[in-house]
């Protein structure tokens, strides 16, 4: 500990408020009953571990211009039921300093970890300086995590001149490599969002690269064990240290195909998949760095939420999952029907939408945009006669798909842009209130990313690519290969690098920018960069 004195010291000079205020503010938060902050049983200040218990690594999360998460979990044995942690609350302290070596000290506390959050650490932090590049640690007893690196985003007002960030979805164990987090980690983005398909749920499949820890996953046992399988990669966790990340959950965080209460399968009750729900739901709060806000409450659980670099750009981040009213025509890929267009489907339910709208009305941003999970270009991928359209993506709720985008087109919403996963191919689309008018003007434009793994190594040039293309006019770019995103933005102009990596069924594969694309401010579309 500092002294006294050397801690208010920095407390003025980091925060330009006094300590004392801090420490009211800190015990008002601490009165607030939740679940993480429960203190029964027994505390063990100095626990002994027999192996290291900072397996899973460190990483941090929800970042804002004046703090964000801070995350560990302890598990020295983290494959094993309750990441081999006994029943005990264990202290664990951090730091957070300027330096790598972590000697100029920035802010330290001490906070418990739980057995019913499954020992998992979360620090909120906040009235930090903005734009500052920080270092982290944990400490257990004699044991001491790696060090993570992580950031505040630029002041709220402030104009950055550039922002540089990847995104990533769909991350199957069974199906590959995640060598496309090797790549990311070298290009040093700010920050990174993942949109979902983090983990999945199936049971370990015999001939696959790896495999899946035990059967289908349903209880919360089950799912904290298949979080820390993946989240042991050693690429994956090297990434979680290197910068912020934001979150989002796609289906199978839970169960393929999930809407709200409703299962894919028809023997499973509402209340059958709720259960679920909150194991799941539980087990992805306790491995990401999520703040308190996204504490679960049972089944339910606050995952959208904003993030803003500046005025440069605004992240709406969405959940199209926990929400949504159940797929149109039994969740098959149809025409767009009159099923599809139901005025009462909804993929994001009233609050969330009223949410998006209202943030979208008083953003001063330069670009607006949605992280999101499924696809919201209304293509198909038919290669017969009739033109179907999956009903698990937006085309099954057109009239909300529609009605946000003439919403940001009447109310002249600024440069939106939509980032999306779940499909494990590259598109870059232009989206038009009116689906497949493609005489209209451009309201917004699409990336979509492919998956890190799932689906195996995939093709640059598939046979279909060209019956693809022509019937869907508003696709400028489609490629079924494994990889992620990187977008450079400046205040004049969006750039998406297409990072596509060879192979993911060998390790080490080469990754190279297939593709770039660029929109430029106050044009919407995207062009060939
Ligand atoms: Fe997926
Ligand atoms: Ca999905």
Redesign the pocket.
């Known amino acids: 500990m500092l002294p006294l004195n050397d801690l208010d010291r920095i407390w003025k000079r980091e925060n330009g408020m006094t300590r004392r205020f801090w420490l009211g503010y800190c015990s008002a938060l601490a009165a607030i009953p939740v679940l993480g902050s429960r203190v029964e049983g027994r505390v063990v200040t100095q626990p002994k571990f027999e192996s290291d218990p900072f397996t899973l690594g460190v990483t941090s999360g929800d970042p804002s211009s004046t703090g964000f998460v801070l995350w560990t979990r302890l598990a020295p044995k983290p494959l094993e039921p309750f990441g081999g942690m006994g029943p005990e609350l264990v202290e664990v302290s951090w730091v957070l300093a300027e330096d790598e070596a972590c000697t100029k000290v920035v802010r330290q506390g001490k906070t418990l970890a739980t057995p019913q959050l499954g020992h998992s650490v979360h620090v909120e932090i906040d009235a930090l300086l903005p734009d500052r590049t920080l270092y982290f640690k944990f400490r257990a007893g004699d044991a001491e995590s790696p060090v993570g690196r992580t950031r505040t985003m630029p002041a709220d007002d402030a104009m950055p001149e550039r922002l540089k960030f990847a995104f990533a979805s769909?991350q199957h164990f069974e199906t590959g490599y995640y060598t496309a987090y090797e790549d990311m980690l070298r290009q040093s983005p700010d920050l990174v969002f993942h949109l979902?398909?983090y983990i999945y749920e199936g049971k370990g499949a015999e001939g696959k690269i790896r495999k899946h820890i035990g059967d289908e996953i349903k209880s919360l046992e089950d799912y904290r064990i298949r979080h820390a399988q993946y989240r042991s990669d050693p690429a994956l966790k090297a990434m979680h240290a290197a910068c912020p990340w934001v979150v989002t959950w796609?289906?199978?965080e839970v169960d393929n195909n999930y809407a709200g209460d409703i299962s894919e399968e028809k023997n499973v009750s509402p209340l059958e998949l709720l259960k679920r729900r909150a194991n799941a739901y539980q087990a992805y709060y306790e491995m990401m760095p999520l703040r308190k806000s996204s504490l679960p409450t049972g089944p339910d659980m606050q995952l959208y939420r904003t993030v803003k670099f500046g005025r440069l750009a605004e992240f709406a981040v969405l959940d199209t999952r926990q929400y949504r009213s159940n797929q149109p025509n039994d969740d098959k890929a149809s025409p767009l029907n009159e099923a599809a267009r139901d005025e009462k489907a909804s993929m994001l339910g009233d609050k969330q939408r009223g949410w998006l709208m209202s943030k979208l009305l008083r953003s001063q941003s330069v670009w607006n945009v949605l992280a999101q999970?499924v696809m919201m270009g209304v293509n198909t991928v038919s290669r017969d006669e009739t033109e179907k359209f999956s009903m698990d993506q937006w085309p099954g709720y057109l009239a909300e798909r529609n009605a946000i985008l003439e919403f940001m087109k009447t109310r002249r919403v600024p440069n939106p842009v939509v980032l999306t996963g779940?499909i494990h191919s590259n598109w870059v689309n232009d989206l038009r209130p009116e689906e497949r008018d493609f005489e209209k003007p451009v309201v917004a434009t699409e990336f979509v990313g492919t998956s890190i793994s799932s689906g195996g190594d995939g093709t640059g040039q598939p046979p279909y690519l060209g019956l693809l293309l022509s019937r869907n006019p508003g696709v400028k770019y489609f490629n079924a290969q494994r990889g992620y995103v990187l977008c450079n933005v400046t205040p004049e102009k969006w750039q998406a690098d297409y990072r596509i990596v060879e192979k993911v069924t060998s390790p080490g594969a080469a990754v190279d920018t297939k593709a770039s694309f660029v929109v430029e401010e106050g044009k919407p579309g995207a062009v060939k960069g």
Do not use: L, R, Y
Request: with cysteine.
């Open positions: 769909c979902g398909d796609d289906d199978h999970q779940d």
